[in-house]
């Protein structure tokens, strides 16, 4: 068991370095040949900021000194992440929704062949329902 009262701000910067540092630097060893750097960028970023929130959760409220002063990190980090998962839902809906749909360009872009038919389907159906309501 931890004893926040002796060691606080040693135990708060190992977790803060736990989870923000250690743990992010371990998936990027793992996975830096099977990821693009893209990917492999923005699933750190998400890492870290997870890092953050769950550090800033298991440090006792009473206890924080250093958070405090990198929580703050957070949020432009999400704000990174949106824009990256919004430039991939567009990229993904003009290869769905574009009048040559092609299966082999959303599996370039790493969606599984699965739900890459499952993209183009509800993209056939969606064309279909606006013909029928167009009265074409």
Known sequence: MIDW?????????VTLFDWCVF?????????????????????????????????ASI?????????????WLRYPGLALLVLAEGLALVAVL????????????????????LIARLMLAEARFWRWLWTKLRGE
């Open 23 to 55: 743990l992010p630097a371990m998936f990027v060893l793992c996975y830096r040949r099977q990821l693009t750097t893209g990917a492999l960028a923005v699933r750190t970023i998400g890492i870290v900021c997870a890092g953050l929130w769950v550090a």
């Open 94 to 113: 003009k290869i769905t929704f574009s009048k040559t749909p092609d299966e082999a360009a959303l599996r370039r872009l790493n969606v599984p062949p």
């Open 59 to 71: 440090v006792p409220d009473d206890r924080e000194s250093l958070i405090g002063s990198v929580t």
């Open 5 to 13: 009262r002796t060691d606080a701000l040693q135990m708060e910067a």
